[in-house]
């Protein structure tokens, strides 16, 4: 690990801004991230990115202080047909297509 050894010594810490959809070995990069949080060099914890970096995130989070407890998220055109209209019902709702990061599924 010849980029942990540089910025351990080198840095008082690292934080990830990279897309690990962009990687080709996603799991050595996460097995990195977690020894940085283990030595307290990194943030965020690569758990935190994976569990809440996808775009269902906020239904993730519904029912805190921050996510209304009306958030949802559709995976198929009948479920969406079925529950946007009422939703809608309810007031103005935010909508949001679920692309991925690097362009699949356009």
């Not at 309810?90 to 679920?98: A, D, F, S, T």
């Amino acid at each position: 690990m010849k980029f942990y050894k540089y910025v351990k010594e080198n840095f008082d810490g690292y934080v990830s801004r990279i897309n690990p959809g962009n990687l080709k070995e996603e799991n050595e990069y996460f097995d990195m991230l977690r020894k940085f949080c283990a030595d307290k060099l990194s943030m965020p914890r690569p758990d935190a990115m994976i569990d809440y970096g996808a775009k269902d995130a906020l239904t993730k989070l519904a029912d805190t202080d921050l996510v209304p407890s009306d958030t949802d998220a559709c995976y198929d055109i009948k479920t969406f047909k079925e529950n946007f209209p009422k939703s809608l019902a309810k007031g103005e709702r935010v909508l949001k297509q679920n692309r991925g990061s690097t362009g699949e599924g356009i």
